[in-house]
Nanobody, 122 residues
Framework: QLVESGGGLVQAGGSLRLSCAAS????????MGWFRQAPGKERELVAA????????YYADSVKGRFTISRDNAKNTVYLQMNSLKPEDTAVYYC?????????????????WGQGTQVTVSS
């Protein structure tokens, strides 16, 4: 089970830190990803990280503003979001792909959280 937290309402230019805590299964050997879905838009992969944390992927829209990290001892993945823009408004989900793939994996993810709302006001 994956449980996201840390979403909320923030003004443009502000920051938020999302957390994704895993329970019932150890995800320390899985890559992990953060997705988002805005109303009327398709879900998109925002950032992903390898199981070790040594390799990361970022969508062009968030490069330089978002940072994904993980603490395998705590079975938790984070998404630090800085310089937020109104277009970052979406429901953010953490997810785990099949075991053994890396952060550039483009196939379906197997495990999903329930999502946390991020709203950025202008």
């Amino acid at each position: 089970q994956l449980v996201e937290s840390g979403g909320g309402l923030v003004q443009a230019g502000g920051s938020l830190r999302l957390s994704c805590a895993a329970s019932g299964r150890t995800f320390s050997s899985y890559a992990m990803g953060w997705f988002r879905q805005a109303p009327g838009k398709e879900r998109e992969l925002v950032a992903a990280i390898s199981w070790s944390g040594g390799s990361t992927y970022y969508a062009d829209s968030v490069k330089g503003r978002f940072t994904i990290s993980r603490d395998n001892a705590k079975n938790t993945v984070y998404l630090q979001m800085n310089s937020l823009k109104p277009e970052d408004t979406a429901v953010y989900y953490c997810a785990a792909p099949p075991r053994g793939v890396g952060p550039y994996y483009e196939g379906p993810y197997d495990y999903w959280g329930q999502g946390t709302q991020v709203t950025v006001s202008s």
